[in-house]
C-alpha cells in the first residue's frame, strides 16, 4: 500500500517536471511547431535566402541545446542576452516592421526559444550535459553566404547595377515621369517598373515579378527586352557585354543564385565587386564625326577630370559610358554614369543629392569594340587594344536630350 502511494506521488512528481519548465515540453509545445511549419520563418524579412530558423533547430530539444550551446549562441548565465536571441530579434523595434506578418512571427519565435532557453539553463541536466564526442550538426550556411544573400547586401548591387541604370533606360519606365505616364496609358502599369518609391520598392516589386527568370537568368525579360531578343517597345537599349548588359546579367544571376541556394559554401561566391559606385545622370556626351572604322561598334567612354592642383589628369575615371556608334550619322550619344569610390567625398555628396559634374577641363578616352570582343565574352572588358584616341573637351555637362556635352572625334589623339 505505502509503496503505491509512493508511486502515486513520484508520477504526480513526474507529470508536474513536465509542466512549463521542462525543456522538453517547452520543446515540444513552442520549438517544435517552428521546426514543422512550412512557412518560413521570420529571417525572409532581410534574408532572401541562406537563413532560416529551422537550420538552428534538431528533432529533439537535447541535440538542440548541444548544438546551440556548443556554437555559442546559448548564453546559460544570462539567457535572455543569448546571441541566437539577438539574431531573431533584428529589426524587431523597426517602425516599418510593425504590421507585417513576419513581425508577428518573429516575436512568437523571441518569445518561444526565450521561454526555452532559460528553462535549458535552469535545467542541470541540460546546463551540465556534457559536451558529446560527436556534437550535433546544425544546417546553417557559412557567414559569408548568409551575407550575400542578405536583402540589404542585394539592394546594395541592385542600386549599384540597376538602379543607376534608369536613365540609360530614358526615364521610359521611371514611375511618375511625363515619359512613363504616356507609355503607362498605352501599356499599362507593367511599364512603371522603376518605381517611385526608390530602389527598394523596384527591388521588392522586381523579385517578386516575372521579369528574373529565376530558372534561366541570362532569359530574364529584363535582359532580353532591352537585348531587343524579345520584341521591346523601346527597341534595342543593351547590347550584350555592354555596360547595361553586364550590370543587369550580373544582378540576375546573383539573384537566381541566391534565390535557387546554388550558394552553399564561400567557393560558390560570385567575385567580390571591388568597382567604383555608380551614379546615373541625365547628362549626355555626345560625339561627333566618328571615323567611319568605329562605324556600328560598340564604344565605351571614361571620362576623366582634370585636378587643378596636381596640374594633371586625375588617375581614375570620373564617369562612364557605351553605347553601339550610330554609324551612317557618324554620331554616338549617351547618357553618362558618374564613378566614386565607396567612401570618398565624391561618393558621399552624390548619394545624398543630385550627381552632377561641375563644368570644366575634362579628356575622354575612347575604346572601340571593333573585332566584336565582347558578343563572344560578356564577362570581357576593352583595355590597350581597343583604345581608340583620347579627346580634351570644356564641358558643361547640363542635363537632358537638348543640352548634350560635345567631343569632336576629328579632334582625337592616339
Ligand atoms: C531586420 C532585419 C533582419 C532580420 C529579421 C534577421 N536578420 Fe540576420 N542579419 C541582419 C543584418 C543586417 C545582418 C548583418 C549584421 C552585421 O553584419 O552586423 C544579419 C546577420 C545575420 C547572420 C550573420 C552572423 C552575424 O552574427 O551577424 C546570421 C547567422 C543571421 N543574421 C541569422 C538570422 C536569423 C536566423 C534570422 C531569423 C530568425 C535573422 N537573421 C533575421 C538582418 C536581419
Ligand atoms: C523609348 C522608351 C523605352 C526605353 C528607352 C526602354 N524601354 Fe523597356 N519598354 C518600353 C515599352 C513601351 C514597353 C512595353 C512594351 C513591351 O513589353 O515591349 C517596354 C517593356 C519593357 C520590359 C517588360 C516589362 C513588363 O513587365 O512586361 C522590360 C523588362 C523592359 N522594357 C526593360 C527595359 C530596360 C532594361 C531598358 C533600359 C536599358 C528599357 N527597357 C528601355 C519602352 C522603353
Redesign the pocket.
Known sequence: MRSLVALVCLAAFATAGRGADDPAKVFEDRIAPIFKSPDP???V???LAA?D?KN?ILPSAKETFLALRDQGLIDLEKPEDSKILS??N??AA?PKAAGLISAKR?KA?YEAFAAWIKACAADPAFRNAPKPEKPPVLA?KP?EV?RQA?K?RVLESFEKNVWSLRFRCMNCHTEGTPQNDKLVKEHGERVAWFRKGGPEATLDYLLASKLIDLDNPEKSLLLTKPLGEVKHGGGIKVVTGDQGYKAIRAFVEDVAAIKAGKYAKVADLPAKDSGPKQFGTEAWLKIEKTPDAWGDKLLTVYVYAWDAAARDWEKQPVATSDRVVFGKGKLWQHTVTLLADAGSDRAKTWAKGKPALPPGKYLVKVYVDGKGKLAKDWKATLGADEFAGEIEIQAQWREGYGAMTVADASRAKR
Do not use: A, K
Open positions: 520563418s521570420s529571417c524579412r532581410c534574408h537563413v530558423l538552428y539574431l531573431i533584428r529589426g523597426d518573429q519565435e546553417t557567414v548568409v542578405r540589404d
